[in-house]
């Protein structure tokens, strides 16, 4: 079955940074986009990044365009999330993403960027 599992996550200050890796498994993992979102406390989950199955598109949520970079691995079956500058309103659980089938999330890490 789909298996979607992140790592990664902490605790950083603010302007500091982290890099999320996510490994999937029980899918053809470079027939589908992947992304990632996150939730945070009392808001609505929404999308961070995307990246088509190739790598050659990529597309970011206005507030982490320039600080956050999504990247794949297609050989790993691995996507990652870069994000650098972090500000506090980055805190959240973030989730890995895939579009196969009707999408699929992984359990989550917690980010939480407090000094």
């Known amino acids: 079955q789909v298996q979607l599992v992140e790592s990664g996550g902490g605790l950083v200050q603010p302007g500091g940074s982290l890099r999320l890796p996510c490994a999937a498994s029980?899918?053809?993992?470079?027939?589908?986009?992947m992304g990632w979102y996150r939730q945070a406390p009392g808001k609505e989950r929404e999308l961070v990044a995307t990246?088509?199955?190739?790598?050659?598109?990529?597309n970011y949520a206005d507030s982490v365009k320039g600080r956050f970079t999504i990247s794949r691995d297609n050989v790993k079956k691995a996507v990652y999330l870069q994000m650098n500058s972090l500000k506090s309103e980055d805190t959240a659980v973030y989730y890995c993403?895939?579009?196969?089938?009707?999408?699929?999330w992984g359990q989550g890490t917690q980010v939480t960027v407090s000094s």
């Open positions: 990246i088509t199955e190739g790598g050659g598109s990529r």
């Open positions: 029980g899918f053809s993992f470079n027939s589908y986009a």
């Open positions: 993403w895939t579009a196969r089938g009707y999408g699929y």
